[in-house]
């Protein structure tokens, strides 16, 4: 019986060394491609641009850039004082939008979409009941019916 439980130990202590294994066999892996990652990235970085600062290395003074020249500040001046020389002249306003608005006005705005399906589902029941009556033959034709149909609606109105 001592046997077996040895047997079964020594089998459970190369299972969980096998595993060890497994487990660094698999973090050098990790390991080895966050290095070449790293490596990778090194070459991506951009090269240093130098505005104010000259570089003593001869490698680095390749990437230092020109002085800027200064731009010609006399003539932006005159442009600006010739420019507030003419009297400007101001178009028309429009007195409308000058207005203040209604106070409803946010209501009516929110309300036309709404009133606009209902116009037009209001169009197609008038269209259906004209096309009843011409096919039950209560009106002979076509400028009668059109007729009745707009003096109902007119009355459902008001």
């Not at 390991?31 to 070449?36: G, L, T, V």
């Not at 570089?55 to 004082?81: R, S, Y």
């Amino acid at each position: 019986m001592q046997i077996k439980m040895a047997e079964d130990k020594i089998g459970s202590l190369e299972n969980e060394a096998l595993k060890r294994r497994e487990r660094i066999a698999t973090l050098k892996r990790k390991n080895e491609e966050k290095k070449d990652n790293e490596n990778e990235t090194q070459e991506k970085l951009p090269k240093p641009k130098f505005r104010s600062y000259k570089p003593q290395d001869e490698t680095l003074k390749e990437n230092v850039l020109e002085e800027p020249k200064p731009g010609d500040v006399e003539a932006e001046v005159q442009d600006l004082l010739s420019a507030a020389k003419q009297k400007v002249v101001i178009e028309e306003l429009d007195i409308a939008s000058l207005a203040p608005r209604k106070p409803d006005w946010d209501l009516k705005r929110d309300v036309a979409k709404k009133s606009e399906k209902l116009e037009r589902r209001t169009q197609k029941a008038i269209a259906e009941l004209i096309i009843e009556r011409l096919k039950h033959g209560e009106s002979q034709d076509l400028a009668t019916a059109v007729i009745m149909a707009g003096n109902t609606n007119s009355e459902m109105k008001s």
